[in-house]
């Protein structure tokens, strides 16, 4: 029930109907009996100023940000934190009395989603693919916890380009052409590129290059092309499902100061993934 006490979340985005953030969270906050709720809010790109300066003036707690208002929110904040530095992108921002502070989640839903799983970051070669926002937090994450980078990318430049932001944390190098040879070096391949998002998407590793001694983690929550394949070799296999419930945590965590209902989440998300998947 909402109250005049009631403290108010959100998310700002456009599109914004297919979200499953708002499922998450207000199932979260009744789980533990926190009087918040979390709503919706389509936000045009031209009216992206207004709608943070809203935060202040209808004194909402916090709120999510998504496509495409994540680069485009920073300069309207106050403070931003490191991980939101690095990336270039804030996707939970908190109003501290006044004083909106950008964070990304991402990160932190990236590394407990594979953590949770049993993964070694620390002193593992790891092959990311991809060198946009996704890759952007998965390699912050990577080189945080010492883990050592090889990045791939379609575009080169942009491959350098992160490179050249993200070295001052650790270890990287880039990697021109994969070979069997040069993926001998890696236990751990990461997908961040958005091939797997479409059905007819080809996969972004040649399935010949596949091997029974890698880790395969893919971003996206559904299994992809990747997976299925990596999994007729045996392999572990991590899907992106583990880093959205954990990036929601994350910014549950940052708003109410509470440890998010993360078994209860998961299972929610399940059900919602079932219940698509038969529509
Ligand atoms: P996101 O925010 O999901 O990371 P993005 O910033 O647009 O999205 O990045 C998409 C990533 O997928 C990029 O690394 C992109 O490669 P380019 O930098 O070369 O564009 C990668 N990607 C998308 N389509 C691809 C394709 N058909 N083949 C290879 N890589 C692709």
Redesign the pocket.
């Known amino acids: 029930m909402i109250s005049g006490k009631t403290k108010i979340t959100g998310i700002f985005g456009d599109p914004i109907e297919h979200t499953l953030s708002p499922l998450l969270h207000n199932s979260a906050f009744r789980e533990l009996g926190l009087d918040y709720c979390y709503i919706p809010f389509l936000v045009k790109a031209e009216r992206l100023k207004e709608a943070v300066e809203a935060i202040r003036a209808l004194n909402l707690i916090g709120v999510n940000i998504t496509?495409p208002h994540k680069e485009a929110v920073i300069p309207y904040l106050d403070e931003i934190k490191e991980e939101a530095k690095y990336i270039e992108?804030v996707n939970t921002i908190l109003n501290s009395n006044g004083k909106l502070i950008g964070f990304n989640t991402d990160v932190y839903g990236f590394i407990n989603s594979i953590f949770e799983e049993g993964v070694t970051v620390k002193g593992s070669n790891i092959l990311l693919?991809?060198?946009?926002?996704?890759?952007?937090a998965v390699a912050f994450g990577i080189l945080k916890e010492g883990g050592n980078l090889f990045l791939f990318?379609?575009?080169l430049s942009?491959a350098y380009k992160l490179k050249e932001t993200f070295q001052k944390l650790g270890s990287i190098e880039i990697i021109k052409k994969i070979t069997p040879d040069i993926m001998r070096n890696f236990q751990i391949v990461v997908n961040?590129?958005?091939?797997g998002l479409r059905g007819n998407?080809?996969m972004?590793l040649e399935p010949t290059l596949l091997s029974r001694d890698h880790v395969y983690i893919d971003?996206i929550y559904n299994e992809t092309p990747l997976l299925k394949e990596a999994k007729k070799f045996g392999c572990k296999t991590i899907d992106g499902s583990g880093m959205l419930i954990w990036q929601a945590a994350k910014a549950f965590e940052i708003w109410t100061g509470k440890a998010a209902p993360l078994q209860m989440m998961k299972k929610i998300f399940k059900e919602k993934k079932t219940i698509d998947k038969n529509i």
């Open positions: 496509v992108a693919l991809g060198a946009g926002g996704a890759a952007k990318n379609r575009t942009k961040a590129t958005s091939l998407d080809p972004p971003l």
